[in-house]
C-alpha cells in the first residue's frame, strides 16, 4: 500500500509539479488506491480531481468519470493533457467522426480518463465492455446531482446506479464540493457505495472552514445605499469579484465601478464568448481588478489572489454562496467576504421558485391540453415539459410528494440565507452548520471579530 502511495506521490510531482497531496487530499487517495468505495467531501478549489486522476495515473487503466458540463470536461480534458494524461471526453457536443476516434481510443487502451455525460454513461459503459475493457474506476464528479436534497438535483444522475450495476459494480469514487449530510446519505444510496461484498465504503469529509476569509453582511436600508456601501468595500487596484443578481444590474455595476476609478468589467452568460475569454484573461493576468458577474462566472475560475468577495444580493442557496464568496483567498492569505442584504432581498428567489415549480393545477392543466400553452411564460413552459418527462403521464401521488418536497428543500435554503443575514449570530458558524460542521472557533466574522483585525475574540 505504502508503496502504491508512494508511487502516486512521484507522479503527482512529475505530471502536476506538486511536491505532495494536501492533508484532505491524502486520505482519500489512500483509500481509493486501496480498492475500496469512496465518498469525498472536499471544498471547492480543494483539489478534487487530483483525488481520481492521480489513481488513474497509477493504475494503467481507465477511468471514467461522469460529470455534469460539457464545458467543465472540457476544462479537466484541457488541464489532463496538458499535464501529459491522455485524456478525452464524450458528450453530444462531439461530432460523428471524433466520437468515433474518441470511442476506439478508450477501446484500445489508450486513454487513461474519458469524461462523459450521464445521458451517455449507458453508451460507453456498453462499448467499453464489448471492446473487453471495462473501466477500473469510475468517478462521479459533482456527486451532488444525484440529490433531489441538492442544490443542483440532476434527474439523470440517478441512474448511474444501474449502469453501475450494468458494469458490473466497478469501484467507484463520488467527489463533491457540497453536500450536506441527507446528500451524502442519497449519494452512497443511489450509487450502491460499498454494496459489493469485498469492497467497503469509505466517506472523507473535509473541514470546509477557511481561517483567511473574514465574512460579514452589510445591512442596506435603501437601494441607493448598495453602491455607496460597494465602493466603501472595493479598494482600488485590489482584485476583487462583485455577485449580482441579473445580466442588467451586472452592467449597471461595472460602469458605476468605470465611473469611479475602477478597473471593471461585466460578465455574464449574455456576452459573446470572445468577450468573456478576453474578460476572464484580463482579470486573471492582472489587467482587471474588479469583474462584476452573475452565477456564470465560476467554472475554472481559480485566481489566487482576490481579496475581496462582494454580494450585491443574497443568492438562493448557501452553497452557492459559499462557493462564490470562496473564490476570496485562494492564496491562503486574508480576504474580505461580504454579502449587501436589504429585508425583501429574497423575493425574487421566490418567484423565481413558482416559476421552477408550478403549480399542479395549473400543470395538469397544461398537460390535458385544458390550458392554452401560449397563455403562459416560455420559462413556466420550459419547467412544465421538464417536469411532464420526469413524472409521466398519470403520475401517482408519490411523484408529486417528491416534487412538492424538493420545492421546500429550495425554500428552505432561501430561509437558511435569509437568516445568515439577519440573524446577529457568528457567520462562520451558521455557513458551516449548514454543511454539518459544528465549529468552535470563528477566525474571524463581523459578529465575533472586527474587520481587518481576524482572529477568534
Ligand atoms: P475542486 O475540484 O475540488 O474544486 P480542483 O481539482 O479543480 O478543485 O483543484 C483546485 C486547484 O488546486 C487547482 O488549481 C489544482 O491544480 C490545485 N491543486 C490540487 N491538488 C494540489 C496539490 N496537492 N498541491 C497544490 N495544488 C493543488
Ligand atoms: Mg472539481
Known sequence: MDSRY?????????????????????????????????????????????????????SDALCLVVSP??????????????????????????????????????????????????????????????????????????????????????????TIGAVRDAMGWPQTVALTGSATPAVRRDIVDVLGLGRTAGRQLREHVASFDRANLWFGVERIRSEPERAVVLRRLLTRGQSAIVYAPTRKSVEAIALLLRQTGHAAAPYHAGLEPDDRHDILDRFLTDHLSVVVATSAFGMGIDKPGVRAVVHWAMPPTPEAYYQEAGRAGRDGRAAVCTLLARPGDAALHRRQLTVTFPARRLLEALWSGRQDPSRVPPSIRESAERLRQELGPGCGTAGWTRVARRRQAAEHRIRTMERYAMRRRCRRRQLLAWFGEELTACAGCDRCSPRGRPGPP
Open 69 to 158: 458540463l460539457i464545458s467543465l470536461m472540457q476544462d479537466q480534458v484541457g488541464g489532463a493533457l496538458s499535464r501529459g494524461i491522455a485524456a478525452a471526453a464524450f458528450h453530444s457536443g462531439l461530432d460523428d467522426a471524433t466520437a468515433g476516434q474518441t470511442m476506439a481510443a478508450a477501446s484500445r487502451g489508450a486513454l487513461r480518463l474519458l469524461y462523459t455525460s450521464p445521458e451517455r454513461l449507458p453508451r460507453v459503459a456498453r462499448a467499453l465492455q464489448a471492446a473487453g475493457r471495462p473501466p477500473a474506476l469510475l468517478a462521479v464528479d459533482e456527486a451532488h446531482c444525484i440529490s433531489e436534497w441538492g442544490h443542483d438535483f440532476r434527474r439523470e444522475f440517478r
Open 6 to 58: 508512494g508511487r502516486a506521490r512521484s507522479l503527482l510531482e512529475r505530471h502536476y509539479g506538486f511536491p505532495d497531496f494536501r492533508p484532505a487530499q491524502a486520505p482519500v487517495v489512500r483509500s481509493v488506491l486501496a480498492g475500496h468505495d469512496v465518498l469525498a467531501v472536499l471544498p471547492t478549489g480543494g483539489g478534487k480531481s487530483v483525488c481520481f486522476q492521480v489513481p488513474a495515473l497509477a
